[in-house]
């Protein structure tokens, strides 16, 4: 199959919006960031438990936008787990640092510990139930550099051509920590790993549970290759479909401050942390929601 070059306008579906907000909110405000993704959420403090009411908003503010921000959030990471928690149970990553308490991912960057995020994925599509969702505090971050980029990855679905989107519905894809997290292991501790977590399949192209939307789910960091397809044909239908995240249309850029806040859909995005800012400190508590098996 030939992988057509794209001119011109993208199609996506652009985030309802009066002069730059999303209407039909009463309890917090939403600032949209770009046509399709993202929205900066005003009038929340995460450190206060949050009414129902508020809740739902946010909550379909991050169905809507897909990722949502939070700025001058002075939170302790047991409050950054309790808000995450009323989302969904949350996991414990068996590769990453732990913070403060066990739900919690400390990403530390400095001079001697580079950043090496900077590839489009979502996080833990290796699951065999992969995650809802991500929710990223940051703790330090460096006056230059060090952003990061959502995309929308039901936007990069419908702009595909559709002899591409007749060619991949219904195929099913490999997903594998042994190619990323399992490159710090010894040959012993990978082995054991694989028995704990062996590689997960999962569709192609799946459907949000909460939306409906069709969903491009194959990503670079984790997705190994099709199941029953040539090795050749598999890799080059991924390269394509790996680089439709990389569309500056289907994406929106979060310039971080210290004290703000990301919580994104894991199922319905990809992000890329920039690692334009070595050897500065970049500091991040993560905590992860668990989803459900793709469909």
């Known amino acids: 199959m030939e992988f057509p070059r794209h001119f011109g306008p993208r199609p996506v579906r652009a985030l309802p919006e009066v002069d730059g907000r999303a209407p039909g909110y009463e309890r917090i405000e939403v600032r949209i960031l770009s046509p399709s993704i993202g929205g900066e959420i005003c009038g929340v403090d995460l450190g206060k438990p949050l009414d129902d009411e508020t809740l739902a908003e946010v909550r379909r503010a991050l169905l809507t936008c897909k990722v949502i921000f939070f700025r001058d959030q ?10 995450a928690r009323r989302f969904g149970e949350l996991e414990v990553h068996p590769f990453l640092p732990e913070g403060e308490v066990p739900e919690v991912i400390r990403f530390a960057k400095d001079e001697t510990v580079k950043g090496v995020e900077n590839l489009w994925h979502s996080d833990v599509s290796w699951r065999q139930v992969p995650s809802m969702g991500s ?40 997903h594998d920590f042994a190619h990323s997290f399992g490159l710090m292991l010894d040959a012993d501790a990978l082995a054991e790993k694989q028995r704990e977590f062996p590689p997960a399949t999962h569709p192609v192209v799946r459907t949000h549970p909460e939306t409906g939307e069709r969903l491009l789910y194959v990503n670079a960091i ?25 569309i500056p249309e289907y994406q929106v850029r979060f310039r971080w401050r210290r004290g703000s806040v990301a919580f994104w859909d894991n199922r319905s995005t990809q992000h890329y942390a920039s690692s334009d800012y070595w050897p500065r400190q970049r500091i991040m508590d993560r905590v992860t929601i668990i989803g459900e098996r793709p469909t």
């Open 135 to 174: 929710v990223l505090h940051a703790i330090e971050v460096p006056e230059v550099g060090g952003d990061t980029l959502w995309a929308d990855m039901a936007a990069a679905y419908e702009g595909l051509p559709d002899p591409v989107k007749e060619r991949i519905d219904g195929l099913q894809a490999v």
């Open 74 to 83: 002075d939170i302790t990471p047991a409050e950054q787990v309790a808000f």
């Open 222 to 246: 984790f997705t190994s290759h099709i199941v029953d397809m040539d090795p050749d044909r598999s890799a080059a239908l991924l390269d394509f479909l790996y680089r439709q995240a990389a």
